[in-house]
């Protein structure tokens, strides 16, 4: 039986048995379990890519393809649309069988608020991103934390950019769009360390200026991230236009005091590898880079890379 477009699957026996159980007319396949509250059938399928099970719930007249694997406040509530977008391996053709059965493609979860749209998007489900559309998802729709599809797709587990692209060419004005905290979606990047997608958020006008509700620029929110190739980032950052000896509006202080504060010793040693620091700064409280290395430096790693500093200043003035 070819349950779905595409590849057969031929059901293992134990998979056969549960596709017949699913098809007997008495069976509740609405029904949650107490201690999970998932649907016994429907979301378990598309959590677990269970082709033949789905297949044959497509057949139940009973289904109820909106109902929500929680039924309260909980931390997930998604319905099977949100579930096939984030979890399904074959994405684009459950969700498309949804949709064509009624699926409602703006509901939204009671974690974070968010539509089935914003889960493909931060899954870089391409096609399944594009079903939506076609059908009229909503793209101006924000998360509970006042995030729109850029800040989503900056901080899903997703690393593609083609969703990113794809929005760029409907919602350009969304770009530079803060979210409940002023940071925008270049900002939720940088803390991710999406660098392909601030690349293009940059190159499609994004700005590394903008401030937060903290007064925090784009290199600030850089200060943060802890992974590896931040000097892509950094780079990226200053080709754009950003200055590393901005101060923050709040409370007057550098991406470099930031970062010896949050023990970020990559970028503290490129910022001053390359001299890009000013020593002499110091934040509304009176504290320089070096004050606030030695309050907050582990094992004193981060004042090490200064004392170098000093040391070959030191020598090289005395020769």
């Known amino acids: 039986m070819k349950i779905l477009n595409g590849k057969k699957k031929i059901p293992s026996e134990e998979k056969l048995k549960v596709t017949q159980y699913v098809l007997i007319p008495e069976l509740n396949i609405n029904y949650k379990r107490f201690s999970y509250s998932k649907t016994l059938f429907i979301l378990s399928a598309l959590t677990l890519n269970d082709n033949c099970v789905f297949?044959?719930?497509?057949?139940?007249?009973?289904?109820?393809?909106?109902?929500?694997?929680?039924?309260?406040a909980g931390w997930g509530d998604m319905t099977p649309l949100q579930c096939a977008a984030r979890h399904a391996t074959r994405s684009a053709e459950?969700?498309?069988?949804?949709?064509?059965?009624?699926?409602n493609y703006n509901a939204r979860d009671h974690l974070d608020v968010k539509t089935p749209l914003h889960d493909a998007v931060a899954y870089g489900r391409t096609e399944a991103v594009e079903l939506m559309l076609a059908a009229g998802a909503d793209l101006s729709v924000l998360t509970r934390r006042g995030r729109n599809v850029f800040h989503v797709a900056g901080s899903g587990p997703s690393k593609s950019a083609d969703c990113v692209e794809m929005l760029l060419q409907r919602v350009p004005e969304l770009l530079d769009q803060g979210d409940?905290?002023?940071?925008?979606?270049?900002?939720?990047?940088?803390?991710?360390?999406?660098?392909?997608?601030?690349?293009?958020?940059?190159?499609?006008?994004?700005?590394?200026?903008k401030l937060d509700e903290a007064g925090r620029?784009?290199?600030?929110?850089?200060?943060?991230?802890h992974g590896e190739n931040i000097q892509v980032g950094l780079d990226l950052l200053l080709e754009a236009g950003a200055s590393t000896t901005d101060k923050d509006s709040k409370q007057g202080r550098t991406p470099l005091h930031l970062a010896c504060m949050v023990k970020n010793r990559p970028l503290v040693d490129i910022l001053v590898a390359r001299g890009l620091v000013d020593l002499e700064a110091v934040d509304h409280q009176g504290n320089t880079v070096l004050c606030l290395a030695v309050r907050h430096s582990r094992k004193g790693k981060v004042v090490g890379t200064f004392l170098r500093m000093f040391t070959e200043q030191f020598i090289f003035e005395q020769l």
């Open 180 to 209: 409940r905290e002023g940071c925008t979606p270049l900002h939720v990047c940088l803390n991710f360390g999406k660098w392909r997608l601030v690349k293009r958020l940059i190159e499609n006008g994004a700005s590394v200026t």
């Open 55 to 72: 297949g044959a719930i497509l057949h139940r007249q009973d289904k109820d393809f909106n109902v929500n694997d929680r039924t309260g």
């Open 217 to 225: 620029n784009a290199l600030h929110h850089l200060a943060f991230f």
């Open 94 to 103: 459950y969700v498309r069988l949804l949709l064509e059965r009624g699926a």
